[in-house]
Structure formats: structure tokens, C-alpha cells
């Protein structure tokens, strides 16, 4: 059974601080891992990765992942309360684009 | 931009009506997603579609049919609604799976269907 597993569940800081959110995966069928955030409606696309060793970024998220070990991080530095929200980790897992998600990390951010 | 909309953002229903959640993207996307959201229990994929009429069955089905007649839309029936099945429902496309940057799925609002 394919599986994504994301840690911690949740996540409370202050402002400033860094955080390193974690994702795994057992699949049978990589093709690649997202990672959305999600504040009080839908999901919103940070990154895509595919390839190990590769950092994404984009501000002060950044993103990488590890194939050989089955896994990726998600990295927020100088966090800031809008930086509070759910991040969802997934897998595509088929050619057809079909998707498993790991149960999501809460994270707050207080001032 | 792309723009996934839901037919409702709040929905109440009884227990044993049937339910349809309707789901209309406007950037010709191929694939089309229907997901519940529950605490705890991060996105759970109901049906997909890659194509019209085409669908497939996502991790938990039971209890659900779905209908793509036309590209842009997609619909979700709860044949018979029961209380298990008041969640968060999130509806998401993407492009054909073919390209190799098509991964990306862009999310409608939701819909918070709670059923008595």
C-alpha cells in the first residue's frame, strides 16, 4: 500500500524562528513529490520536485529531496504568522497523475 | 490563472438524499480530482478522471459515483447521503499527465457538506 507520512503533526513557534517539516514515502510508483500549503480554503502549489539533491526555493521556503532514502523537506526560515497554515505533502504515484497525500503538518506561528 | 470552482461552499443535507457536488475548471485541463478532507486524515482521493468519461476510483470510493460528461466539469454523487459522510469535499485538476511538469493540481474553495 502506498503510504506518505509527514512529521510533525503539528508545530507551534515564534515568529523568527526556522522549521524544518518532514515528509517520507513508501510507493510503488514515484514520479514526484509536491508540497501545497493551506491556510483556510483550498491547497496552493509550492513546490514540485522530482529529481534528488536539487533544492527548490522561493523566498524563504525551500524544498529537497532525498530518493535514495525516500524522503523531503520542507524548510521555512525567518518564519512570520502568515507562514501559519497546513502543509500538505503528496506523491504522484501513476503516469495518470493520480496523487497520495501524508496527513499534513499544522503549523502556528505566534508573534 | 486557473480557476476551479465548486457549486457550494456550505452544504446541509439529510440522511438518505442524494447529493451532488458539481466541480468546473476553466483551462482545458485533462485530469480532474474529487478528495474529502477530514481532521487528522490529511486529503483522502475519492474518483479521478484523466479524460472525458473516463474515471477511476481513488482510495475511498464507497459510497460515491462520479460523472465527467464534459471536460470542464466534474461531478460527485452521494447516491445516499449518510452522517460519515459530512467532511470537507475538494475538488482539483491538473494537466495531461504526459507533460512532465503536469503534476502541479489546482484546488477549488472545497465544499463543507454536513449531513443530518
Known amino acids: 500500500e502506498d503510504k506518505v507520512v509527514q512529521s510533525p503533526l503539528s508545530l507551534v513557534v515564534h515568529e523568527g524562528d526556522t522549521v524544518t517539516l518532514n515528509c517520507s514515502y513508501e510507493?510503488?510508483?514515484?514520479?514526484?513529490l509536491l508540497w501545497y500549503k493551506q491556510e483556510k480554503k483550498a491547497p496552493t502549489f509550492l513546490f514540485m520536485l522530482t529529481s534528488s539533491g536539487i533544492e527548490k526555493k522561493s523566498g524563504r521556503l525551500s524544498s529537497i529531496l532525498d530518493k535514495k532514502e525516500l524522503f523531503s523537506i520542507l524548510n521555512i526560515t525567518a518564519t512570520q504568522t502568515g507562514d501559519s497554515a497546513i502543509y500538505l505533502c503528496?506523491?504522484?504515484?501513476?503516469?495518470?497523475?493520480?496523487?497520495?497525500f501524508g496527513d499534513g503538518t499544522t503549523l502556528t506561528v505566534k508573534p | 490563472d486557473v480557476k476551479v470552482t465548486q457549486s457550494s461552499r456550505y452544504l446541509v443535507k439529510r440522511t438518505g438524499e442524494k447529493v451532488f457536488l458539481e466541480c468546473v475548471q476553466d483551462?482545458?485541463?485533462?485530469?480532474m480530482f474529487w478528495y474529502r478532507q477530514d481532521p487528522g486524515l490529511g486529503l483522502r482521493l475519492i474518483y479521478f478522471s484523466y479524460d472525458v468519461k473516463m474515471k477511476e476510483k481513488g482510495d475511498i470510493p464507497e459510497g460515491y459515483s462520479v460523472s465527467r460528461e464534459k471536460k470542464e466539469r466534474f461531478s460527485l454523487i452521494l447516491e445516499s447521503a449518510s452522517t460519515n459522510q459530512t467532511s470537507m469535499y475538494l475538488c482539483?485538476?491538473?494537466?495531461?499527465?504526459?507533460?512532465?511538469?503536469?503534476?502541479?493540481?489546482?484546488f477549488g474553495p472545497g465544499t463543507r457538506l454536513t449531513v443530518l
Open positions: 503528496a506523491v504522484v504515484i501513476t503516469n495518470a497523475g493520480k496523487s497520495t
Open positions: 510507493v510503488t510508483n514515484f514520479r514526484s
Open positions: 482539483a485538476s491538473s494537466l495531461n499527465p504526459l507533460l512532465a511538469y503536469a503534476d502541479t493540481q489546482y
Open positions: 483551462m482545458d485541463h485533462e485530469n
